[in-house]
């Protein structure tokens, strides 16, 4: 019996007002610069927020009642993989993730969790034969479990070290029977809430040591997918380890597991950090850590994580952008974690949340690929380092240049001319792009 019966397959329709339950920009089958729409943005559902998200927040209960929440533990379990790859189907998404406690219940030791996975897992498998999604990652929940109060690999408690260990052992050798092309490492609570009782040394050596062992177990069942971190700054430690792309990148690089992991970047992790999407997307795309991207946008009023959906016609343009010079994400995708607000609470407003958010990354693609052909921003920042193109500049580019020839150049010079940056007229030529797409 279908739990979404008031939907049918989604379709592109072009742009028509016809219904609100298909696709106005989102073609998979268009061509962008060679490539099909569905394989530039390669859309991933999050299983966490919409088949387990109820509508809770820190001051209210749920607002949404699932046709699967009349079920309790395995059989609810069961129910919402049944709801999942019927929504996979209807929607037409080719990805979903997951941790592994969004989809079964947790026992009363480490063994009996593993059980409840098994069965679900089984069931996935089952489903994924004659299904055309298949699992861009999964990943470990150690964050919600009181057993992870100071942690998991940055923990004080070597036990809850070794259970977190045990947990992504699993996660792994599940990665490998689903055939998940990455695995993420999410460390909801590796950071620290003070100093004043913590040894951050030792915490990062050993959150070092956990991945070195992940990428040793890797190569040991075969696992040949990308390993990725997500970065977040805050919340719900007052300071976590992979605060940015900067500053992950730099432990990366600083414990020799710069070889073996990219990242995964969050729209509202940039913004609780301080940083646009794009600046995050762009550091980690020039270091060669660009791996995959968590699509939602953050409320800019608020000061949490929002994880709405993403409808800003500028960030997902700006987004795209990068993700083409990039050359595409390559095992990595588009992945929807985002959650529809809890006073969407119908469940078509699963589908009209997602039509949303892959309509405005169709956009962001198509606008991207012409702002590249036209060269625009390529022009404008070739023109504002013309400097360095041609005589002292050339000379500092190319090494040439040390602190006497520069002092010999510029001491007797009188005028120095900049030119402006024309930060306004740029931002008016990305809208001109937007609004001739749309």
């Known amino acids: 019996m279908s739990v979404f019966p008031n939907v049918e397959k989604i379709k592109f329709e072009g742009k028509k007002l016809n219904s609100d339950l298909a696709f ?23 299983y966490w927020h919409t088949f387990t998200y109820d509508g809770s927040d820190p001051f209210g209960t749920g607002t949404m009642l699932r046709p699967w929440d009349k079920y309790h533990g395995m059989d609810l379990a ?3 993989v049944e709801a999942a790859f019927e929504f996979f189907e209807k929607l037409g998404n080719p990805y979903f993730c997951f941790h592994d406690r969004d989809v079964a219940p ?18 996935f498998k089952d489903y994924m034969k004659t299904s055309n999604v298949k699992l861009l990652w999964n990943t470990a929940n150690m964050f919600t479990n009181p057993r992870f109060v100071h942690g998991a690999a940055s923990t004080s408690n070597a036990d809850v070290y070794a259970y977190a260990a045990a ?22 609570r590796e950071g620290y809430e003070s100093l004043l009782n913590t040894d951050l040394k030792l915490e990062q050596d050993n959150l070092a040591r956990f991945f070195h062992m992940a990428v040793d177990y890797a190569k040991e069942i075969g696992f040949t997918g990308q390993f990725l971190i997500e970065p977040k700054p805050k919340e719900p430690t007052t300071h976590q380890y992979d605060f940015d792309a900067a500053t992950t990148i730099a432990f990366l690089k600083t414990y020799g597991l710069d070889p073996y992991f990219k990242l995964n970047l969050e729209a509202n992790h940039a913004t609780l950090a301080g940083h646009t999407f794009e600046h995050e997307i762009r550091v980690a795309r020039t270091n060669g850590f660009l791996g995959s991207l968590d699509a939602n946008q953050g409320n800019l009023l608020l000061g949490w994580d929002t994880d709405e959906f993403p409808t ?19 095992s990595g995708g588009l992945n929807f974690d985002a959650k529809t607000r809890r006073t969407s609470f119908d469940t078509d407003d699963l589908f009209y949340s997602h039509i949303a958010g892959m309509d ?14 036209d060269k625009v921003f390529e022009n404008i920042i070739d023109e504002r380092y013309s400097s360095f193109k041609t005589g002292i500049g050339k000379d500092i580019v190319e090494g040439r240049a040390n602190f006497k020839t520069l002092e010999d150049y510029i001491i007797d010079k009188e005028d120095i001319t900049n030119k402006s940056g024309r930060i306004e007229k740029i931002k008016h030529t990305i809208n001109r792009y937007i609004l001739m797409e749309s």
């Open 24 to 46: 106005n920009y989102y073609n998979p089958n268009e061509k962008i610069a060679g490539k099909t729409m569905e394989d530039h943005l390669r859309f991933s559902v999050a």
């Open 78 to 80: 069961k129910a919402r």
């Open 106 to 123: 947790e026992g009363s030791t480490l063994r009996e969790t593993n059980k409840n996975l098994d069965v679900i897992i089984s069931m």
């Open 167 to 188: 947990q992504v052992k699993k996660g792994l050798e599940t990665a490998v029977e689903l055939g998940a092309e990455n695995y993420v490492f999410w460390g909801g």
């Open 312 to 330: 800003n016609l500028y960030a997902t343009t700006l987004t795209m952008y990068e993700v083409l010079k990039n050359g595409g994400l390559g």
């Open 360 to 373: 405005a990354y169709a956009i962001g693609l198509k606008v991207a690929n012409r702002l590249i052909e």
